[in-house]
């Protein structure tokens, strides 16, 4: 074929060349992982994706937390298209637009209710919403007469982000790990685990030990510097969908309040319905300062986050200098925000938080069986954010050497089954403990579970023959 200058002829050749590319093992894309040989996705249909080469995968994961809705809902792309040939881009230092103002309205409507007055930034995705949110905090305590307060405190075994600021407030070793010497340290508090509890303790007779573990630090030598804290309600990630017990997120909030420090809930995996309410922290009924959302708001439709700031903090800025010293070009995209209104709108006429309860308790029932399994150590999660840890030992919870990188093993036959999950190494120490996380969209069907958990079945008989 002639390369042509213009027209669908330039398409179709432009396709080619990248084919070419691919096969000739000279693809242009900077990839994850230049070991790693990933198959080429051209369509998703509710919860599946097929590829290039003719296959389909049961996505699981809803890659990575992101896709709550199914993929290929027509009408959000078609919402999106009307709004870009409308008015594509309008910079929010000389304009807003309809879009994220009605977006914005929508998400604090969903928030706590000391969000009823907030406000709304919105983001490109999950880590821009960290960083927004830790200049914001910092900010926040110069506006209200407290400038020595500046740490953003943090918890082990966490993640908010991959850029500088987020990293710096993540516990995540293997995500630090080469970055180490550019991070600061502003301090990292206990993860709240209770599988394999940093304490050695057992709920209830711990006592909340590690929140408490917030107070003493908070109330340390330092205590005039923190200016907020950071956490995921239910970690993602980092520890394989692990849910505090009764009693730690108020006693979290119930520190952070008394001791003048924001709290910050990171919810860019956990927001947006994926445990059955808007925001994981309703479940226990508490209000913080700031929540941060991602992956769900636009359900990879867009990319797009959001950091809603309540009442009390809005009040701050208003009161006082009245301009955040911060911004991004695209922040608050017309587009974007587009996108974030129409998956609201499909969720309504869905009712679709509402499945994620019954749809979170046939995907449980399916993976029953899998705890019976030797090496299936914990079946854990909250709604749809679920995760699988795997041990060597079920009775000493003692996990498996890194170096045999189970979870990495387990997803590749996973996949093989045509099974998509997420799997990340390092649970018990930031180094040992394999866990796969499961987060599909919430349109899954119990028949898909039972898919998912059959093909996990064989995934585990591969990986460890009898
Ligand atoms: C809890 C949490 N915070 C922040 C982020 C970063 O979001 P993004 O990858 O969209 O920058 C993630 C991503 O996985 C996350 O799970």
Same mark, same amino acid.
């Given at each position: !074929?002639?390369?042509?200058?213009?027209?669908?002829?330039?398409?179709?050749?432009?396709?080619?060349?990248?084919?070419? +590319?691919? !096969?000739?093992?000279?693809?242009? #894309?900077?990839?994850? &992982?230049?070991?790693?040989?990933?198959?080429?996705?051209?369509?998703?249909?509710? %919860?599946?994706?097929?590829?290039?080469?003719?296959?389909?995968?049961?996505?699981?994961?809803?890659?990575?937390?992101?896709?709550?809705?199914?993929?290929?809902?027509?009408?959000?792309?078609?919402?999106?298209?009307?709004?870009?040939?409308? #008015?594509?881009?309008?910079?929010?230092?000389?304009?807003?637009?309809?879009?994220?103002?009605?977006?914005?309205?929508? *998400?604090?409507?969903?928030?706590? @209710? &000391?969000?009823?007055?907030?406000?709304?930034?919105?983001?490109?995705?999950?880590?821009?919403?960290?960083?927004?949110?830790?200049?914001?905090?910092?900010?926040?305590?110069?506006?209200?007469?407290?400038?020595? +307060?500046?740490?953003?405190?943090?918890?082990?075994?966490?993640?908010?982000? &991959?850029?500088?600021?987020?990293?710096?407030?993540?516990?995540?070793?293997?995500?630090?790990?080469?970055?180490?010497?550019?991070?600061?340290?502003?301090?990292?508090?206990? @993860?709240?685990?209770?599988?394999? %509890?940093?304490?050695?303790?057992?709920?209830?007779?711990? /006592? #909340?030990? %590690?929140?408490?573990?917030?107070?003493?630090?908070?109330?340390?030598?330092?205590?005039?510097?923190?200016?907020?804290?950071?956490? /995921?309600?239910?970690?993602?990630?980092?520890?394989?969908?692990?849910?505090?017990? /009764?009693?730690?997120?108020? +006693?979290?909030?119930?520190?952070?309040?008394?001791?003048?420090?924001?709290?910050?809930?990171?919810?860019?995996?956990?927001?947006?319905?994926?445990?059955?309410?808007?925001?994981?922290?309703?479940?226990?009924?508490?209000?913080?300062?700031?929540?941060?959302?991602?992956?769900?708001?636009?359900?990879?439709?867009?990319? *797009?986050?959001?950091?809603?700031?309540?009442?009390?903090?809005?009040?701050?800025?208003?009161?006082?200098?009245?301009?955040?010293?911060?911004?991004?070009?695209?922040?608050?995209?017309?587009?974007?925000?587009?996108?974030?209104?129409?998956?609201?709108?499909?969720?309504?006429?869905?009712?679709?938080?509402?499945?994620?309860?019954?749809?979170?308790?046939?995907?449980? /029932?399916? *993976?029953?069986?899998?705890?019976?399994?030797?090496?299936?150590?914990?079946?854990?999660?909250?709604?749809?954010?679920?995760?699988?840890?795997?041990?060597?030992?079920?009775?000493?919870?003692?996990? $498996?050497?890194?170096?045999?990188?189970?979870?990495?093993?387990?997803?590749?036959?996973?996949?093989?089954?045509?099974?998509?999950?997420?799997?990340?190494?390092?649970?018990?120490?930031?180094?040992?403990?394999?866990?796969?996380?499961?987060?599909?969209?919430?349109?899954?069907?119990?028949?898909?579970?039972?898919?998912?958990?059959?093909? #996990?079945?064989?995934?585990?008989?591969?990986? $460890?023959?009898?």
């Amino acid at each position: !074929m002639r390369l042509t200058a213009a027209g669908s002829g330039a398409k179709r050749e432009s396709v080619t060349i990248a084919q070419r +590319r691919r !096969m000739s093992n000279e693809a242009a #894309l900077f990839p994850r &992982n230049f070991h790693k040989k990933m198959p080429v996705a051209v369509r998703g249909e509710g %919860c599946w994706i097929f590829t290039e080469d003719g296959r389909k995968y049961l996505d699981a994961a809803g890659q990575a937390a992101v896709v709550n809705i199914g993929h290929g809902v027509a009408e959000i792309g078609r919402a999106m298209a009307a709004q870009s040939s409308q #008015l594509a881009f309008a910079s929010t230092t000389q304009f807003h637009s309809e879009p994220a103002e009605k977006l914005a309205a929508r *998400l604090l409507a969903m928030a706590p @209710p &000391n969000f009823r007055n907030g406000r709304v930034y919105f983001t490109s995705g999950g880590s821009e919403a960290t960083e927004t949110a830790i200049k914001l905090a910092r900010q926040y305590q110069l506006e209200i007469g407290k400038p020595s +307060r500046y740490r953003i405190l943090s918890r082990r075994q966490s993640y908010h982000g &991959n850029t500088l600021g987020a990293m710096t407030v993540s516990g995540n070793v293997a995500r630090r790990a080469p970055y180490e010497p550019m991070l600061a340290e502003w301090g990292h508090i206990a @993860p709240c685990f209770c599988y394999h %509890c940093p304490f050695e303790k057992t709920f209830p007779q711990c /006592e #909340l030990a %590690c929140a408490n573990d917030l107070d003493s630090f908070a109330g340390g030598g330092d205590a005039d510097s923190a200016a907020a804290f950071i956490c /995921e309600p239910v970690v993602g990630a980092t520890l394989g969908a692990a849910a505090p017990p /009764e009693g730690y997120a108020s +006693r979290i909030a119930e520190i952070c309040h008394r001791r003048g420090v924001l709290l910050i809930a990171d919810e860019v995996m956990s927001g947006m319905g994926r445990t059955g309410k808007p925001f994981a922290v309703q479940h226990w009924g508490i209000e913080p300062d700031i929540i941060l959302t991602g992956k769900g708001t636009a359900s990879g439709y867009a990319p *797009l986050g959001a950091m809603l700031v309540a009442a009390n903090v809005v009040e701050a800025f208003k009161k006082g200098s009245g301009a955040f010293m911060h911004g991004f070009t695209y922040q608050a995209h017309p587009v974007a925000t587009t996108a974030g209104n129409a998956v609201l709108d499909y969720i309504e006429a869905h009712d679709l938080f509402a499945r994620v309860a019954p749809a979170s308790q046939a995907l449980i /029932e399916a *993976l029953m069986p899998l705890r019976a399994h030797r090496h299936v150590g914990d079946i854990r999660g909250l709604g749809l954010l679920g995760g699988i840890e795997f041990v060597r030992d079920k009775a000493t919870r003692a996990p $498996f050497d890194a170096a045999e990188g189970i979870c990495e093993k387990i997803r590749a036959a996973a996949m093989e089954e045509g099974v998509l999950t997420y799997p990340t190494q390092g649970c018990v120490d930031g180094k040992h403990g394999d866990h796969i996380l499961l987060a599909p969209p919430f349109i899954i069907t119990p028949e898909e579970s039972s898919l998912i958990a059959r093909s #996990l079945d064989s995934a585990l008989a591969k990986v $460890f023959p009898e």
